[in-house]
């Protein structure tokens, strides 16, 4: 490979990973008050904040914290503030949590009495976006223009233009 296609290699490689880095996003659970135990009980505080929210795969929570921890677990833990056996634990003070899949995370504090007091949470994590249509499935818009491209379709249109400039 010469210098000129090494370097366009190069080049393309940072841009996808710089494409594919922008497509997640990181939360900060509770905004500025993090993961803490509300002034005033309510179990409704950080599904508030979540509501407020659109999660997809590959998005991270970021949790702050003193003291406290958080945990990933069943609905019937969730529902009864208490795990044995949780699917996640940190206590860290600075917790970062990766959406893998598409569904509802039901996140607790780990320590007595903080989850009863709403230091508890449950995420919806949307379906991935639905591959693109084939050419004779599209269906046309008002204007006859074509619909606003997907990150997965201009990925495609890249890999192709990087393709051509090689060969």
Not at 48 to 74: C, E, P, Q
Not at 111 to 134: A, N, T, Y
Not at 137 to 157: E, I, K, R, V, Y
């Amino acid at each position: 490979m010469d210098s000129s296609k090494a370097f366009l290699y190069l080049v393309f490689l940072l841009f996808s990973l710089h494409f594919f880095t922008a497509l997640a996003t990181e939360f900060a659970v509770g905004g500025d008050k993090g993961w803490a135990v509300p002034k005033v009980k309510d179990d409704q505080v950080y599904d508030r904040w979540a509501g407020k929210n659109r999660f997809k795969i590959g998005d991270t929570l970021s949790f702050g914290y003193k003291k406290d921890s958080v945990l990933v677990v069943t609905k019937e833990e969730y529902e009864k503030c208490k795990s044995s056996h949780p699917i996640f634990f940190s206590n860290n003070g600075k917790t970062i949590y990766k959406l893998e899949q598409p569904g509802l995370y039901y996140f607790i504090s780990g320590v007595s009495g903080h989850c009863e007091r709403g230091l508890k949470m449950i995420i919806k994590v949307l379906e991935s976006e639905s591959p693109p249509q084939s050419a004779n499935q599209t269906s046309p818009t008002s204007n006859g223009a074509s619909a606003a491209a997907t990150p997965t379709a201009l990925m495609g249109f890249v890999v192709s233009l990087f393709g051509a400039l090689i060969y």
